[in-house]
């Protein structure tokens, strides 16, 4: 069975400092990975997706991941933080049966200081 | 603008009582789902339905049931045998066989028990 680990539950960083929140996964084919955040209150929005073609994946509001496939990793990044980017960040995979199951991390809630 | 509407926004229940959820999409999706979240849990999968008139249990489909009667609308009602309905609850859409689009989000329903 397919699954998703987020690394750390809380993440805090300053605005301006470096954004790292981690991502593992583990899968039996090669996988479709995902990273989503949600603001409060509110749904989830796509930041960045890697189906299998580039592995370092650019997305929204300037983050970034790389798909490392030797460390069945995707870790998503930001060079600079901003305040607005405090959220909760979900990482996810499809997983496998013939339909589009997305399977969620736990998340990381990322807090951002001035 | 196509899109999930979910509603109501907030929802209170008693004890006792069924309560459905509402999720409508103009996205032309075949596919929907329904996604329970609770803080530090991720989210996990209720049901899903690939297309009308057919739907299967996601992971914790107990005390939940559905209907697919048409392609726009996926409404999820929490019954009274559902122990602990107070959650988040996201609805979501896709095509089905493009595991690369990821899913489309609706904005919530948080449900309270009173």
């Known amino acids: 069975a397919q699954s998703v680990t987020q690394l750390g539950s809380h993440v805090s960083v300053s605005e301006g400092a470096l954004v790292l929140l981690r991502c593992n996964y583990s899968?039996?084919?090669?996988?479709?990975l995902f990273w989503y955040v949600q603001y409060p209150n509110q749904g989830l929005q796509l930041l960045l997706k890697?189906?299998?073609?580039?592995?370092l994946v650019k997305g929204i509001n300037g983050f970034e991941a790389e798909f490392k496939k030797s460390e069945t990793s995707f870790h998503l990044t930001k060079p600079s933080a901003h305040m607005r980017d405090a959220a909760e960040y979900f990482c996810a995979v499809i997983g496998s049966g013939g339909y589009n199951k997305l399977i969620f991390g736990a998340g990381t809630r990322l807090a951002v200081h001035p | 603008d196509g899109g999930i509407t979910q509603s109501p926004k907030y929802l209170f229940r008693k004890e006792g009582q069924n309560v459905t959820l509402s999720c409508e999409q103009n996205?032309?999706?075949?596919?929907m789902y329904w996604y329970r979240q609770d803080p530090g849990q991720g989210l996990r999968l209720i049901y899903y339905?690939?297309?009308?008139?057919?739907?299967q249990k996601g992971d914790i489909a107990e005390g939940y049931s559905v209907s697919r009667e048409k392609k726009e609308s996926f409404p999820l009602t929490v019954t009274s045998a559902q122990k602990n309905p107070t959650a988040f609850y996201l609805c979501a859409s896709s095509i089905p066989g493009g595991a690369g689009y990821g899913y489309t989000f609706g904005s919530g329903t948080r449900l309270t028990v009173v």
């Open positions: 339905s690939q297309i009308v008139n057919d739907f």
């Open positions: 996205l032309n999706h075949d596919a």
């Open positions: 899968s039996s084919v090669p996988p479709y």
């Open positions: 890697y189906t299998s073609a580039a592995t």
